[in-house]
């Protein structure tokens, strides 16, 4: 079982910064991807950027140029660094960890990300 914890969320006025952080409970073993997505109020949850353990990362259109996700493995953690906040960002962002030789994913509680002014 691996328990996420994420951090960094708050309030931020349009155009601002955040620093999302997510800490795995335990060291991940094997083939991974780590990942955010987040799920504004009355909308599905949604991709917005993965990095799996051999380096390959992916980002949601929305975020490209804005968002970046980067990992420590020593460290088991996840970031995601938003730049240039934009209202439509608001929303909960949870962190995402995919073990692929085991098939099974996990959740973070969520951290709320709201852009306003």
């Known amino acids: 079982q691996v328990q996420l914890v994420e951090s960094g969320g708050g309030l931020v006025q349009p155009g601002g910064s955040l620093r999302l952080s997510c800490v795995a409970s335990t060291r991940i073993f094997g083939t991974n991807v780590m990942g955010w997505y987040r799920q504004a109020p009355g909308k599905q949850r949604e991709l917005v950027a993965t990095i799996a353990s051999g380096g390959t990362i992916t980002y949601a259109d929305s975020v490209k140029g804005r968002f970046t996700i980067s990992r420590d493995n020593a460290k088991s953690t996840v970031y995601l660094q938003m730049n240039s906040l934009k209202s439509e960002d608001t929303a909960v962002y949870y962190c995402?960890?995919?073990?692929?030789?085991?098939?099974?994913?996990?959740w973070g509680q969520g951290t709320q990300v709201t852009v306003s002014s």
């Open positions: 995402n960890v995919l073990i692929l030789f085991r098939n099974v994913d996990y």
